[in-house]
């Protein structure tokens, strides 16, 4: 059996500010219990840069490899996260949201999460500088799905562009903003340069994943260690694994019913798919 790969999704490290955050916010003390279980139990960390190269070479990932990355680019990876990584001798890579450097972050208000200080450029600049590997998360934090053809290729060339620009190295990673991708906005990635993409689906990952749907298990202050053991084990929490497969079948059959892709359909709520489904067919 091919080995399967967890990718941790981490987000800020920090005390959650609301309810609503709390998904996305790992403690600092957690964070630290969590690097310390990693290295315990003998996990190996790589970058997504190192996981690929091996793959792409057909050679077998070290046991017990796992990926650490984190989403946004908040001022606490530079000030909380790395010194953790730093003591414990441990990779990362960091999916930053380039139009939002040196500034306070507001792409989840929306979601009535308060904004919280995004990374400064010198400190990108210095968390590259010590081994964590830099990728894009968009310009803007938009719904790449709802872009015009020259507004989706500014949020992926330009964000790119001015990474590689600060951090003068390629940016060979991509991470969806909020995991929202279809057809249009996969295939616009790879046009734009990059290598590899992370998603936010559940799972495990394996030489077969395809290199622009990456899986990742989330973590937030919801993770415990016994569900951080879970995700390290099965790239879910527990009961989430099955609720996303149930779903990727539904989706896969209602898209061949459709003759449509099923990745254009994977992001979109299912009732109202399947009530058209039944509509038609009346």
Known sequence: MPTRIPILMYHAIADASCEREARYTTTPTAFAEQMQDLVDSGFKSLSLSQLQGLWARGATPPPRSVVITFDDGFACLHETAAPILRQHGLRASVFAISGYLDR??????????????????????????????IGSHSVNHPD????????????????????EDLIGAPVR????????????????????????????????NNRQTCRFTLRRAQVGQQTDRSAFVTLLRQGAAPGTLAAARIREKLVFMLATLGGRDPMDLYNRPLRREVAARWLHRA
Do not use: K, N
């Not at 507001?106 to 081994?131: F, N, V």
């Not at 799905?145 to 790119?160: F, I, M, Q």
């Open 144 to 163: 790449l799905r709802s872009l015009t053809p020259a507004g989706l290729r500014y949020e992926l060339e330009r964000s790119r562009g001015d990474l």
């Open 173 to 204: 990673g991509f991470s969806y903003p909020r995991g929202l991708v279809d057809r249009t906005v996969h295939d616009a990635v790879r046009e734009a340069g990059y290598l590899w993409a992370c998603s936010t689906r559940p799972g495990l």
């Open 104 to 133: 306070m972050g507001r792409h989840d208000a929306d979601l009535g999460i308060p904004a919280r200080p995004m990374l400064a450029r010198s400190q990108l600049l210095e968390l590259h500088e010590s081994g964590i590997e």
